[in-house]
């Protein structure tokens, strides 16, 4: 996959949780118009969507939960056959390595987002900076 695949996508959404689907939307359709990928497509599509859809639940619901007038800032950005989603929040920020494995048999239980994060995506790295908190999911697409 290189040049006209290339895919660069910068978007910025009020904090609220009614553009989850907009935002999965758009990541699945990206997936689906990358024509030169080997993969199932719809496969990718659907996990893209989902670990955008749990990121952001994260940066909504736990870096400023309430605060409508701040914004979460997604990056989608595919070269060669590198994909590279950042989410970026404004909030306290969390450890990443700290969230433990979650309790399928406890429907309570929180933890389930980070953990499909991490089985679908081959890294996973969350880092404060001075204009916020950085989630970034990295996926070879080989």
Sequence with gaps: MHGETDVNVDIV???QTRYLGLIGNIAE???RELVDYRGDR???GYNMNLVLTEAMVNAIE???PGETDKT???WIHIEDEDLCIRVYDHGQGFDLESVPMPDFDDPGEHGRGIFFIRKLMDSVTYRRTESGNV???RKKLA
């Design 62 to 64: 736990h870096a400023t």
């Design 42 to 44: 719809d496969a990718l």
């Design 29 to 31: 359709q990206i997936a």
């Design 13 to 15: 959404v009020p904090n």
């Design 135 to 137: 989630l970034e999911m």
């Design 72 to 74: 979460v800032r997604v």
